[in-house]
């Protein structure tokens, strides 16, 4: 697992796509903290810049984790991981740790605005450190998700066009649940929505049922992608 | 070592391998021979377990890959067709990747520099794996194999693609792994399999065909004995005096091959000899034996026989050209 985590991650800054999710991520956080700063006041850096943390993130995950298992699937180096002695749910993990980590860089970089406020001015750290924590729990989700969507093809674009795709639906779902009828259904809709469940962490306020909510689907979505890497061994 | 027993893999209504059965002893080398797409790296798959096995199952060392996966891989050195190779990382890290991802006991850095002797990528061990030549490439796949010095290796057309000095290099290398590993190795190049293996089974259409010694499998399985005879003198009047020979069941000229010399296909009945009596023959009648051979079947003829449906008539034809 942590050798499969080391070569994930050094995978990531072998290549652009490392250093240029960090970026982007670091830039647009940048960007708004500079135009937060230049039209008001720094009371509305949480809300904008932080509050921005959940879209910047559906941009970036897809890319994160486009190549998590296509390119080994591609490049046949799924059998040198298959074949050594560890199990696919270790390998899946170590995948999935090492996306998780390059994402966690990203969101702790974009840190770096307010604790320079700091220094001049209090910015709402409960507000900030909430959004924080609740970018990285929604993020972890996604990430799993987009981990067992790239375990289902061997393109790298389908992966990502797919994992962007589900995020975008998991974000509208509740205003889906309003418009249903049906009360069970609606609730169970409203349920899976992840906006709704990041939202309360934005409000400074850390919710034990929405963090146990998004570290659920992480085990869900690593259990079904090691389900699927041993099932193409069954086909 | 390793036993496989009624191997069979159903990719929906297409049956790659089946019923395949066969024990290899610790120590030997084994060559697996069959057409592309006969079955080989699907068998090899399974072994390794990369792919599961529809029925059947696989033993090595005594332990059941169904069972105790993790045992077996852990035995298992394996080389796939396509080297599984990462190519973004240099040479040294991947090895060291795959010394963590094996979790090799051995002193690393002395386990990886033998290996890397041993396979000749010392002077490459910095470069980035992407821009190393086939040949290279082939040797990482190789020295990939042999980390955590598994007693099996399986080596899936472990020559494919290198140059025919490489490949010398290899075969030696494998040979000389052969004294301390049980080898595998799939191949549908013939000379490479004869040259390297000890022992040989052939697979076709999923079916496992032939399975003995490489030396003594041609021989075997050959079923008509024919010698070939070059002779100097009138093609006609030998031809008759052999045809009128007692033990001889079938026999035609082949032409003229030198001046004045030609080739006559002698066939015998199953346990008889008749080189002497030949040679008694042409000496009384003053025809000079220019040569005479067996023509057990080569690996090349019992290969065409085994996998070809218009199961070899003529195997052995062409064979009197030297």
């Given at each position: 697992m942590i050798a499969v985590f080391k070569r994930e991650l050094r995978s990531y800054f072998n290549s652009p796509i490392g250093y240029v999710c960090v970026a982007a991520l670091t830039a647009l956080y940048g960007l708004f903290y500079f135009m937060v700063m230049a039209g008001g006041s720094s009371s509305f850096i949480s809300r904008y810049?932080?509050?921005?943390?959940?879209?910047?993130?559906?941009?970036?995950?897809?890319?994160?984790?486009?190549?998590?298992?296509?390119?080994?699937q591609k490049n046949k180096t799924d059998q040198i991981l298959l074949t050594a002695p560890v199990g696919v749910t270790a390998i899946v993990i170590g995948?999935?740790?090492?996306?998780?980590?390059?994402?966690?860089?990203?969101?702790?970089?974009?840190?770096?605005?307010?604790?320079a406020m700091s220094f001049f001015s209090s910015p709402s750290w409960g507000e900030i450190l909430g959004n924080y924590i609740g970018t990285l729990l929604y993020g972890g989700a996604m990430i799993s998700i987009g981990v067992f969507i790239s375990s289902l093809t061997i393109s790298q674009i389908i992966a990502a066009i797919g994992t962007f795709a589900v995020s975008v639906f998991l974000m509208y779902i509740d205003s889906l649940a309003s418009s249903i009828n049906n009360g069970l259904v609606a609730t169970v809709v409203g349920w899976i929505s992840f906006s709704s469940r990041y939202s309360i962490f934005t409000q400074g306020l850390f919710s034990v049922s929405s963090a146990v909510f998004f570290l659920s689907v992480m085990a869900i979505f690593v259990f079904l992608t090691a389900r699927r890497i041993e099932s193409r061994r069954w086909s | 070592m390793v036993e496989v027993r009624n191997l069979t893999k159903r990719y929906g209504a297409n049956l790659a391998v089946d019923h395949v059965s066969f024990t290899i002893e610790e120590g030997s080398i084994v060559g697996f021979l069959g057409p592309n797409g006969a079955g080989k790296s699907t068998t090899m798959n399974i072994i390794t377990g990369y792919l599961s096995a529809t029925e059947g199952s696989v033993t090595v060392s005594g332990k059941n890959t169904l069972d105790d996966p993790n045992e077996v891989k852990k035995l298992i050195g394996y080389l796939p067709e396509q080297p599984p190779l990462y190519l973004d990382m240099t040479v040294k890290e991947y090895l060291n990747f795959v010394y963590e991802l094996k979790k090799a006991s051995q002193?690393?850095?002395?386990?990886?520099?033998?290996?890397?002797?041993?396979?000749?990528?010392?002077?490459?061990?910095?470069?980035?794996?992407?821009?190393?030549?086939?040949?290279?490439?082939?040797?990482?796949?190789?020295?990939?194999?042999?980390?955590g010095n598994p007693p099996v290796l399986i080596l899936d057309e472990p020559t494919v693609g290198l140059d025919p000095k490489q490949i010398i290099e290899i075969r030696t290398l494998i040979k000389n792994l052969g004294r301390n590993h049980t080898v595998i190795l799939s191949s549908h190049i013939l000379p490479e399999v004869q040259a390297v293996c000890e022992r040989i089974i052939v697979i076709n259409n999923g079916k496992l065909v032939a399975d003995g010694a490489t030396d003594t499998l041609a021989h075997d399985l050959s079923h008509d004995h024919r010698l070939i005879l070059r002779a100097e003198g009138p093609e006609r009047e030998i031809l008759h005096a052999i045809e009128a020979m007692e033990k001889v069941v079938d026999v035609y000229s082949m032409g003229e091959k030198e001046p004045g010399a030609f080739d006559f296909s002698v066939e015998s009945d199953m346990d008889v000899d008749v080189r002497r009596d030949l040679f008694a023959l042409m000496a009384r009648n003053g025809w000079p034996v220019l040569g005479l051979k067996n023509t057990d079947l080569t690996l090349e003829d019992l290969f065409l026989q085994l996998t070809s449906t218009d199961a070899g008539t003529h195997a052995g034809d062409g064979k009197g050209e030297q």
């Amino acid at each position: 697992m942590i050798a499969v985590f080391k070569r994930e991650l050094r995978s990531y800054f072998n290549s652009p796509i490392g250093y240029v999710c960090v970026a982007a991520l670091t830039a647009l956080y940048g960007l708004f903290y500079f135009m937060v700063m230049a039209g008001g006041s720094s009371s509305f850096i949480s809300r904008y810049v932080y509050g921005s943390m959940f879209s910047f993130s559906m941009l970036v995950i897809p890319i994160i984790t486009m190549k998590s298992l296509t390119d080994d699937q591609k490049n046949k180096t799924d059998q040198i991981l298959l074949t050594a002695p560890v199990g696919v749910t270790a390998i899946v993990i170590g995948k999935f740790l090492a996306s998780l980590f390059v994402f966690f860089l990203a969101s702790t970089i974009g840190l770096l605005p307010a604790v320079a406020m700091s220094f001049f001015s209090s910015p709402s750290w409960g507000e900030i450190l909430g959004n924080y924590i609740g970018t990285l729990l929604y993020g972890g989700a996604m990430i799993s998700i987009g981990v067992f969507i790239s375990s289902l093809t061997i393109s790298q674009i389908i992966a990502a066009i797919g994992t962007f795709a589900v995020s975008v639906f998991l974000m509208y779902i509740d205003s889906l649940a309003s418009s249903i009828n049906n009360g069970l259904v609606a609730t169970v809709v409203g349920w899976i929505s992840f906006s709704s469940r990041y939202s309360i962490f934005t409000q400074g306020l850390f919710s034990v049922s929405s963090a146990v909510f998004f570290l659920s689907v992480m085990a869900i979505f690593v259990f079904l992608t090691a389900r699927r890497i041993e099932s193409r061994r069954w086909s | 070592m390793v036993e496989v027993r009624n191997l069979t893999k159903r990719y929906g209504a297409n049956l790659a391998v089946d019923h395949v059965s066969f024990t290899i002893e610790e120590g030997s080398i084994v060559g697996f021979l069959g057409p592309n797409g006969a079955g080989k790296s699907t068998t090899m798959n399974i072994i390794t377990g990369y792919l599961s096995a529809t029925e059947g199952s696989v033993t090595v060392s005594g332990k059941n890959t169904l069972d105790d996966p993790n045992e077996v891989k852990k035995l298992i050195g394996y080389l796939p067709e396509q080297p599984p190779l990462y190519l973004d990382m240099t040479v040294k890290e991947y090895l060291n990747f795959v010394y963590e991802l094996k979790k090799a006991s051995q002193p690393r850095q002395q386990h990886l520099e033998e290996i890397c002797k041993l396979v000749k990528i010392d002077n490459v061990y910095n470069r980035l794996v992407g821009n190393l030549s086939k040949g290279y490439k082939q040797r990482v796949g190789i020295a990939q194999a042999l980390i955590g010095n598994p007693p099996v290796l399986i080596l899936d057309e472990p020559t494919v693609g290198l140059d025919p000095k490489q490949i010398i290099e290899i075969r030696t290398l494998i040979k000389n792994l052969g004294r301390n590993h049980t080898v595998i190795l799939s191949s549908h190049i013939l000379p490479e399999v004869q040259a390297v293996c000890e022992r040989i089974i052939v697979i076709n259409n999923g079916k496992l065909v032939a399975d003995g010694a490489t030396d003594t499998l041609a021989h075997d399985l050959s079923h008509d004995h024919r010698l070939i005879l070059r002779a100097e003198g009138p093609e006609r009047e030998i031809l008759h005096a052999i045809e009128a020979m007692e033990k001889v069941v079938d026999v035609y000229s082949m032409g003229e091959k030198e001046p004045g010399a030609f080739d006559f296909s002698v066939e015998s009945d199953m346990d008889v000899d008749v080189r002497r009596d030949l040679f008694a023959l042409m000496a009384r009648n003053g025809w000079p034996v220019l040569g005479l051979k067996n023509t057990d079947l080569t690996l090349e003829d019992l290969f065409l026989q085994l996998t070809s449906t218009d199961a070899g008539t003529h195997a052995g034809d062409g064979k009197g050209e030297q």
